[in-house]
């Protein structure tokens, strides 16, 4: 199946600074990148969609200058959280879909990011 | 919009036995797919199974199978003879039109499953 890496898996940062999380789909074109943000048991929640090029589509109620998202290549997106504070550690979890099949999605291993 | 609901937040079950995980889906979408995943403590989302609305047949892979009752939106998973490396977190999630790009899978709020050996 294909294949998407996420870095780092973790991070530790000082409130106050910008953390940069990449995502790469390593076997396909991933022409659409999702970023979902995933709090400690509960579910998946969608921050913001991105297509290759183009400007991402955030969430309702989700900081486009926070969550700076780009998706520069067909393979690669980042997520940076810009000044984080400690609300904004969570667990971040990449997505990326090509045009095949079912444009079934392929999930990257989750980044946890805390801030102290 | 879409809704999905999951009723059970855990429920345990002994190994070897079989377990039905309830998802319940609200759309006005004519076609979607529907979707389950397993989130084990590692966090990484592990694709488990597919059906697509418009399926005639229940989609089975190895020990899942997705019991589809489309009038009833309901897309529960049965996974048989339960093993200790289960245990973990399930989710249902959907998209409507799956081929469409951009489309967004909503989730479920999940399902955690205890195996006791």
């Known amino acids: 199946g294909a294949v998407v890496s996420q870095h780092p898996s973790r991070v530790i940062c000082k409130s106050g600074t910008s953390v940069k999380i990449e995502c790469r789909s390593l076997d396909f074109q991933a022409t659409t990148m999702f970023w979902y943000r995933q709090f400690p048991k509960q579910s998946l929640m969608l921050m913001a969609t991105s297509n290759e090029g183009s400007k991402a589509t955030y969430e309702q109620g989700v900081e486009k200058d926070k969550f700076l998202i780009n998706h520069a290549s067909l393979t690669l997106s980042t997520l940076t959280v810009t000044s984080a504070h400690p609300e904004d550690s969570s667990f971040y979890i990449c997505s990326a879909r090509g045009t095949s099949g079912s444009g079934r999605q392929f999930f990257g291993p989750g980044t946890r990011l805390t801030v102290l | 919009a879409q809704k999905i609901t999951q009723t059970q937040p855990g429920m345990f079950v002994q190994e070897k036995e079989a377990v039905t995980l309830d998802c319940t889906y609200d759309?006005?979408?004519?076609?979607?797919?529907l979707f389950w995943y397993k989130q084990p403590s590692s966090g990484e989302m592990i694709f488990l199974i597919y059906?697509?609305?418009?399926?005639?047949q229940n989609a089975t892979e190895g020990r899942y199978s997705l019991n589809f009752q489309k009038a009833r939106k309901s897309a529960n998973l049965v996974i048989s003879a339960s093993q200790l490396g289960d245990s973990a977190m399930y989710f249902c999630a959907m998209r409507p039109n799956p081929g469409a790009a951009g489309n967004k899978l909503t989730f479920g709020g999940g399902t955690r499953v205890l195996v006791k050996p």
């Open positions: 059906q697509g609305s418009y399926d005639e």
């Open positions: 759309t006005s979408d004519q076609s979607y797919g």
